[in-house]
């Protein structure tokens, strides 16, 4: 297991192949025009998901080996479901930059990530989806970091639809948390209280309900 220390080590005696992930990664989604909220580009937000990785990563992340994949899978989650490329794709992207070992970790972290195709929200995520994430190592976690990204992008808007999507998140957070953690104790399937508090932090408006939903969110 990392420490905080030894994780920002790696962080930077990658930080070259971090670029060339990042670099790519945006290029892909501009080249399918994809954005985020009003006129942001999609990059916004990979870069906010990634942010959290960096900040949180050392509470799951095993060893050195793995922090490539751990920061591919964060750059190209949605790269299948919004930019068009399929599994052999990702898979070919990844053997540019790391080993096969490490290029299959991140490509399954990526198709994990994936929603189903369905007609509804529940549908595109529904329990096959999430069947796959928990069984897939640093998914769980990467997936959080995600919805982090989203609520705190959505909690600092105040437009009709910034409000109504804190709703659906607050509401969804007991079934999300729950049906993303396999309650392993491999720390690579984690999703550690840390990110939980501060997703809490975002949604929760007052202290003594913060309380109250933390005690059920955490159990």
């Not at 989203?150 to 910034?162: A, K, L, V």
Request: net charge negative; with cysteine; proline share 4%.
């Amino acid at each position: 297991m990392m420490t905080k220390e030894s994780f920002k080590e790696s962080l930077e005696k990658l930080a070259a192949q971090i670029d060339e992930i990042r670099l790519s990664a945006h290029q892909l989604h501009q080249d399918v025009n994809q954005q985020y909220g009003e006129g942001l580009p999609y990059s916004y937000h990979l870069d906010m998901v990634v942010d959290n990785i960096r900040e949180f990563g050392h509470l799951v992340c095993e060893n050195h080996n793995d922090v490539l994949p751990l920061m591919f899978g964060g750059y190209y989650h949605d790269s299948i479901e919004d930019a068009r490329l399929t599994y052999n794709d990702v898979m070919y992207r990844a053997r540019m930059i790391m080993t096969e070992e490490q290029a299959h970790m991140g490509t399954e972290i990526v198709y994990a990530l994936t929603n189903d195709k369905g007609r509804t929200r529940a549908e595109r995520a529904g329990e096959a989806y999430y069947l796959g994430i928990r069984t897939t190592p640093y998914a769980p976690f990467v997936k959080l970091c995600d919805r982090l990204a989203n609520i705190t992008f959505t909690c600092s808007g105040e437009d009709h639809h910034n409000q109504r999507m804190k709703q659906v998140y607050k509401d969804e957070m007991p079934h999300f948390l729950e049906a993303i953690n396999p309650h392993s104790p491999d720390p690579r399937y984690a999703i550690p209280n840390e990110v939980i508090l501060r997703l809490a932090e975002c949604l929760i408006d007052d202290l003594e309900r913060q309380e109250k939903n933390l005690e059920i969110w955490l159990s």
